[in-house]
């Protein structure tokens, strides 16, 4: 058993010592040349398009997973890339694809999330760029409808191992069945390591039904005890009448429990410690055990299990040199793989099953409870920390195998509600959703829907709605929850200021700027009466009210708030990480560009990207943000060409870890058409513009302002390719829908009113447009001033429609006076709209969706 499951890492051929990290072939490996020459005929065949992925389908024991090491091991020079995913649960795989993302040459998922660099490995595979021979092998894929979606159709080859059958309404299935006797004695000869006759091997192996794994157990048993054949065979039938007698454990060969029992009945009688062990292990997932999980969860154990723990399991895990001894007696009697160069112990998922079996109700739920607790003790304090992420990422696949939600344990819940939160904060929401709803369902039915700890799992679930976009979900779950934790645990609680600043997010997110602005305002008071003015949740807070000043207008407001936050973060010595500090930052850039001071904005962007490549790195989603937010001060600042090359490169690279729908890409593509339109490409800018637009009713919603507003952006270029007609239909409509959602004075509405007046203009609507400038006008000096860019632009626009309609006097001195306005700024000699303002152009006023 002990040969049969194994954790396989990146092996390019070109670098064969890497191959050094796989674990070593079973040297008992023996016949099933025809299954593998089969399985290399049936994955090399190439239809018209790809190769196929094939299955390896069979009852547990039977051996698929060591056939799929066999044959990663014998063809691995024929490969670039052979990667081993474990695929029994959802939340391993993604992970285990992510990890490979370094290896094609993309982010890791540090920098990019779990989810995101996962789809980015496997289009990278699809695609064959780097590599087009390589080899997935997804072992124990239980659920081909959790599963195929990961699965690349590429150039290279897929194996799959499964018990589900399933399989064969999908891909090409290769049927593994118990050896052939002949097959048997080989094994057994090479497993024992001593001369035993053709007769004996096969009587043996006739007793255990030709299992490879119960013929495993077997030999290893007789290895390490010297019992002979006979001896083993008397045991075998002893064990197998009583499980007749006791109605053996369903679902299972009765060889191979019979076999499973005549190991551990001879190992309680040497060492009851390792069947301790090897019975707390059962709870776990079959995936590899962190061998430290049992020094670090053991305190644990002592402190919170109680009258109910097992007095043994205590003293194996307070004595290191007991417990080394017992791990040494499950590797020698085959019981569990133990891996020294890991640190991890591993369980066969066929004897975990059997060993629980073997307990009663009330001892099982013993050993869940312990497990819990080893669980909980075992995991970092802050999930936030990137740094013990690897800690959390070991403990993962043993969630739901040990049946945590079941718990109620204070320790183990938070453990629970850490795992969420490093599953958000890696990146990883798929998953992070599973568990959290499983958590808020099964807390419920144990604790009521309105325990504390319900709740909570109701803000973190929160987090991940938003996370994959699904606004409206988070909006009536957060306005519900910040309900319910008012009241339960009232508005000063630490959770319930969380949620506050949570539901701030939601409200932004839907496009209900004033109403986020006005409950982060209150929340910012309530952190600092409850926190302090330091905190540095009480920082995130004025980071996202800065936010809110931003996205309703109010400029000068938002700098001096940014500015000060930043400040405050950039000088904290705990609490506040890298990324954060890089989002406070730009935002303060941001906001310095919107005030039309766009000199100070790419100083401020050029040293924050620097930051973010040194300090995060390239394709950290937050460098992204900065290096597309300093592209924008580049363009108003009239650099076109650093601006659009940094467009470019921005772009390319959200849409190679997030794929096109995502909110940045987005934002990313709005400004590359942008800064095209402004160099004069305007089919390029069309075409990037007209597809983006398309995209912003299904991620935000028909009337969310950042739709409407992208929409503006739109019109321009079809009024600058000729079709004036539709510009103007485009922008009534949005201004229409945009006056309805965030009023008439907001700059998203002026900057399209601006727009529409010069659309009036040119369809001779002369009058139209000089009363809508007019109106426009007043409002942006009485919002943002005379000497705004807003208000510049709108001004000289102004004065073209005045000399139009006769009143030359009147446009003469507008005009004369947005010139010197203009000759004020330490740049007036590059800007696009002075350049344009000068030559008695029309200036356009396009649009940026800042993050949510």
């Not at 890339?81 to 990890?99: C, K, N, T």
């Not at 001894?325 to 066969?348: D, N, Y």
């Not at 919107?594 to 401020?604: K, Q, V």
């Not at 709005?670 to 983006?692: I, M």
Request: aromatic letters at 6%; glycine letters at 6%.
């Amino acid at each position: 058993m002990a040969e049969l499951s194994h954790t396989v890492n990146a092996v390019p051929e070109r670098s064969p010592e890497v191959w050094e990290k796989v674990p070593p072939r079973n040297r008992n490996f023996t016949g099933r040349e025809e299954l593998l020459t089969r399985l290399r005929r049936g994955i090399s065949t190439v239809t018209a398009v790809v190769p196929q992925p094939q299955a390896l389908q069979g009852l547990g024991g039977v051996g698929k997973t060591h056939l799929a090491i066999e044959y990663a091991w014998r063809y691995r020079s024929h490969y670039d890339l052979v990667w081993w995913i474990p695929a029994d649960q959802r939340v391993l795989v993604p992970s285990a694809l992510a990890m490979m993302a370094p290896h094609l040459g993309l982010p890791s998922a540090a920098t990019t999330g779990v989810e995101e660099a996962a789809e980015a490995v496997r289009r990278a595979l699809q695609s064959g760029e780097p590599y087009r021979r390589w080899l997935l092998i997804f072992d124990n894929a239980e659920d081909p409808a959790r599963i195929e979606e990961f699965i690349p159709l590429g150039p290279g080859h897929v194996l799959i191992t499964s018990r589900n059958p399933d399989w064969e309404d999908r891909f090409e299935t290769l049927q593994v069945d118990v050896f052939e006797r002949e097959e048997s004695v080989e094994f057994l000869r090479r497993r024992l390591r001593r001369e035993i006759s053709d007769q004996d091997a096969s009587r043996l192996a006739e007793k255990l039904g030709d299992l490879p794994l119960a013929l495993e157990q077997a030999g290893a048993l007789q290895y390490e005890t010297g019992m002979s054949v006979d001896e083993y065979i008397e045991q075998l039938e002893e064990q197998a009448g009583r499980l007749l007698g006791a109605n053996k454990a369903s679902g299972y060969p009765l060889s191979m429990t019979a076999a499973w029992q005549v190991s551990v009945s001879m190992l309680q009688d040497r060492l009851p410690e390792a069947v301790r062990i090897l019975r707390c292990c059962a709870f776990f997932g079959p995936e590899p055990i962190p061998r430290d999980i049992f020094r670090r969860g053991g305190r644990t154990i002592g402190r919170g299990a109680g009258e109910k723990a097992d007095p043994l399991l205590s003293a194996i895990l307070s004595d290191p040199i007991l417990l080394t001894k017992a791990l040494s007696e499950l590797r020698r009697f085959a019981l569990a793989r133990i891996e020294p160069e890991t640190r991890t112990i591993q369980v066969h998922r066929l004897v975990q099953a059997l060993l629980r079996d073997g307990l009663s109700g009330e001892e099982q739920r013993t050993a869940r409870r312990e497990v819990h607790l080893l669980l909980a003790g075992g995991a970092p304090a802050d999930p936030d920390d990137s740094t013990r992420w690897r800690l959390f990422e070991e403990l993962v696949g043993h969630v739901a195998p040990s049946e945590l939600a079941e718990s109620t344990e204070p320790v183990v819940r938070r453990f629970a509600l850490n795992i969420v939160r490093y599953l958000y904060q890696a990146g990883n929401y798929q998953s992070a959703l599973t568990f959290s709803e499983d958590f808020i369902g099964r807390w419920s039915e144990n604790s009521g829907p309105r325990h504390p700890d319900v709740l909570v799992a109701r803000k973190h679930l929160g987090n991940v709605l938003r996370g994959l976009g699904r606004y409206a979900e988070d909006y009536e779950l957060g306005r519900e929850t910040l309900e319910l934790m008012r009241e339960v645990l009232g508005p000063q609680h630490p959770e319930t200021l969380s949620m506050t600043n949570t539901f701030g997010a939601a409200l932004r997110a839907r496009g209900e700027f004033m109403r986020a602005r006005e409950l982060d305002e209150e929340s910012r008071q309530a952190h600092e009466q409850a926190l302090g003015p330091a905190h540095p949740s009480t920082l995130r807070v004025m980071n996202n009210l800065a936010l809110d000043y931003g996205l309703t207008s109010d400029y000068m407001l938002a700098r001096r708030l940014q500015q000060e936050t930043y400040l405050e973060q950039s000088d904290a010595t705990q609490g506040i990480s890298k990324s954060s500090l890089l989002l406070s930052w730009n935002g303060l850039a941001r906001v310095v560009r919107l005030c039309g001071d766009y000199a100070e904005a790419c100083d401020l962007g050029d040293e924050a990207h620097a930051y973010g490549v040194q300090e995060l790195g390239p394709d950290h989603p937050v460098t992204l943000l900065t290096a597309k937010d300093l592209s924008i001060a580049r363009r108003r600042a009239g650099d076109l060409a650093e601006a659009l090359d940094m467009a470019r490169d921005a772009h390319a690279r959200f849409q190679r870890l997030f794929g096109d729908e995502h909110p940045d890409t987005m934002a990313a593509a709005v400004n590359l058409s942008n800064v095209l339109r402004t160099t004069g490409e305007l089919d390029e800018a069309f075409a990037v513009a007209h597809e983006t637009v398309l995209r912003y009713p299904r991620v935000y919603g028909e009337d969310h302002p950042y739709t409407q507003a992208c929409r503006s952006n739109l019109a321009i270029l079809y009024r600058l390719r000729g079709d004036a007609e539709t510009a103007r239909a485009v922008n009534e409509a949005a201004l229409e829908r945009l006056t309805a959602t965030v009023g008439r004075t907001h700059n998203y509405s002026l900057a399209c009113a601006v727009n529409l007046a010069t659309d009036l203009a040119l369809l001779g609507e002369t009058a139209g447009a000089r009363e809508l400038g007019e109106d426009t006008l007043e409002r942006l000096h009485a919002l943002f001033g005379e000497e705004h860019y807003l208000s510049l632009l709108c001004a000289a626009n102004l004065s073209l429609d005045l000399r139009a309609a006769g009143a030359e006097k009147e446009a003469e001195r507008l005009r004369t006076e947005t010139l010197e306005r203009y000759g004020r700024s330490p740049l007036s000699s590059v800007q696009p709209d002075i350049l344009a303002a000068v030559a008695g152009l029309r200036i356009d006023t396009d649009f940026d969706p800042p993050p949510i």
